[in-house]
């Protein structure tokens, strides 16, 4: 009660300074001009688990409350074909992470109904959930054995720790001290938007039936999940249900600056210590995946240690034997999961693609690889009997249900869950074309439309730059910064790929390497031209450009070396200093990379494209945003870039989330977020 007060608080004491009326959800159902509002009012689907028969898909839906600022998610079930399609769970405790029972009778999931994140099961014709696991700690992600008479959950301990119960003895006999100082010998301190307390993520294997939790991960200092993005898809038991295997990165005092992931193999008594399947490589292995008669299991590999960003390959290991192959050793796109065909001839994946997210098929015999489907963001894919189900968003909706043949025909949608919102909200029309940018390289762009476009009329411009910066704004339905925001707010929304998007190669992807405001910026100075004589309804007098993480770097970057091209400038959670970013970030291998080394050893790849040398330039108009628990690009960046613009006398604001990381998650803050930018972009533009 306390934490809502604080919150509410906290959000109406910005909105006051910032001179802002917190606007309430539309209650109007004629249409009108999509914004955040619209954004929230989404259903957001999730999944889809497939039924082992291919019949049935169990899938998530995700509903958003503005006024109690929170959401809540429950499982949902619809026929492969797209009929009768009804709710399975009606807690009001939120219901999530479906899996089907290997007799298709029972659906496992995950919630916190009895206080603590546990496993439940519900019958699928019907019936009270009954709860599985009842362990002291809560449950981060789990899996089910192929005999579904035991679950491999994770959750975390102290590594050194005899039991989950006796982590939480500790942690409650700390929560009793007075002294609340941390001691750390080693990196991470914290990491993403947590403070790190010695506690690590463990795989521990439990019979369904009841019985002690065993650690398969026992006494290491490593994670499984990963840290702070990885899932259950890191770990997954083998083919006879007598071992795991796991994705982790052992790297003591290395870990914050390696990329060291490999795969462990692990018996499920916790007999032996976890054995390392991939020593040799000493960059990225994850995502291990057993063929449908086990004699092969699939995995992501990464070639180049360091490099986060590297291209992911399909890797075949034969497990009698060890023996592997590369399988898309030759493939230029960066696989993002495995799915078998039933057969095992066929690899399903999906990977970034020319400013989609296309769904490919891979022989497993050859290699070769067909695009099944080209044009949108698919997510998810598993296969339903004789086809493909998958989520698909993109620049007009979010995220739905699909299936598709194996061979790419017969596309067909099987829910339509947002249809009625989105026929209410007037969108923009979106439209990729490519220029020709720096290195006389063809680049990619997208362009979307003002709502309810007018021939003749000439339009401001929004000039959203990505974050990443290996990260591609593309054909999705972006819940954070997706370009309808500011098509229904009345402007152009321009999007550029520069040099070091994802999705066109890697050799395009590896670019940017030690010249952050080097390519990036000549692709964007480039494209904002290219786009403005393309589409002479623009008004290229009325520009303002916005950016996150890289993109708010690129920010502060114009800000000093393009000064004089924009109205105003919006900057979330960007870098003011290279040099410092780098003490006071914690992932400290994607700086080495990317500026080739640290500040000591190559202190002038970290003054080369550095904002803060260029602040002497600075003279256009600039919303700073930032949030205090990013630790990623840290808050006294965005306060030291605020500061610059007051001591300089720049039009400026500040508007700081004292509950939000490298993102704005919850919904009040969004709603916050969103009415102070198109109010600034409006201020300067209109």
Known sequence: MYVHFMQ???????????????????????????????????ERLG???????????????????????????????IHTEGSNMRRLTSHESSSSNPKWSSDGTTIFFLSSRNGSLQVWRIAVDGGEAVQVTDLPLDISGYAVSPDASRLAVSMDVFPDSNSPADTKKRLDEKAERKATGMIYDKLFIRHWDHWKDGRRSHVF??????????????????????????????????????????????????????????????????????????????????LPVFSPDGKTFAYLAMEKPGYESDRFRIVLKDWASGSKSVLTKDWDRSPGGIVWSPDGKTIYTTAANLGQRSLFGINTQTG??????????????????????????????????????????????????????????????????????????TVYAYVVKPANF????????????????????????????????????GY?????????????????????????????????????????????????????????????????????????????????????????????????????????????????????HNPIDHVKNWKTPMLVIHGALDYRVVDTQGMSTFTALQRRNIPSRFLYFPDENHWVLKPANSVLWHDTVIEWLDKWTK
């Open 8 to 42: 509410t608080k906290v959000l109406c004491i910005a909105a006051i300074i910032l001179g802002i009326t917190m606007s309430s959800t539309p209650t109007s159902a004629e249409p009108h001009p999509f914004s955040i509002h619209d954004m929230l009012a989404m």
């Open 47 to 77: 999944g889809p688990a497939v039924s082992p028969d291919g019949k049935r898909i169990a899938f998530t839906r995700r509903v958003t409350d503005v006024e109690a600022n929170k959401s809540h998610t429950d499982i949902w079930l």
């Open 205 to 286: 294997v439990v019979p369904v039936a009841g019985g002690d939790p065993v650690d398969v991960m026992k006494g290491m200092d490593a994670d499984c999940p990963s840290k702070p993005f990885g899932g259950d898809e890191e770990f997954t038991f083998a083919p006879d249900g007598k071992s795991i295997v796991f994705s982790a990165r052992d790297a003591g005092r290395e870990e914050a600056w390696s990329t060291n992931f490999d795969l462990y193999v692990s018996p499920i008594d916790g007999s032996s210590k976890p054995k390392s399947l991939t020593a040799d490589n000493k960059a990225w292995d994850t």
């Open 368 to 441: 070769q690889v067909a695009t099944l489907l080209h044009e949108g963001n698919v997510r998810s894919p598993a296969v339903a009997g004789d086809k493909i189900a998958f989520g698909m968003d993109h620049l007009r909706s979010p995220v739905e249900l699909y299936t598709v043949s194996p061979d790419g025909t017969d596309l067909k949608q099987i829910t339509n869950v947002n249809g009625e919102r989105l026929a209410e909200a007037q969108m923009g029309e979106p439209e990729q074309f490519t220029f020709k940018g720096a290195n006389d390289d």
């Open 454 to 489: 007018v021939e003749g009329k000439k339009y401001p411009v929004a000039f959203l730059i990505h974050g990443g910066p290996q990260g591609s704004f593309g054909n999705d339905f972006h819940y954070r910064w997706n370009p309808q925001a500011y098509a229904g707010a």
């Open 492 to 608: 152009a929304a321009v999007m550029v790929d520069f040099h070091g998007s994802t999705g066109y190669g890697q050799a395009f992807c590896d670019s940017i390497n030690q010249d952050w405001g080097g390519k990036p910026l000549e692709d964007l100075q480039k494209g904002l031209a290219a786009t403005l004589e393309r589409y002479p309804w623009m008004d290229g007098e009325r520009v303002a450009a916005l950016g996150a993480s890289y993109g708010g770097f690129m920010i502060n970057w114009i800000a000093g070396n393009w000064p004089d091209r924009f109205k105003c400038l919006v900057n979330h959670d960007g870098n003011l200093d290279e040099r410092m970013a780098y003490y006071d970030t914690e992932e400290l291998w994607f700086p080495e990379w990317d500026h080739g080394g640290t500040p000591w050893d190559n202190p002038e790849n970290f003054s080369k």
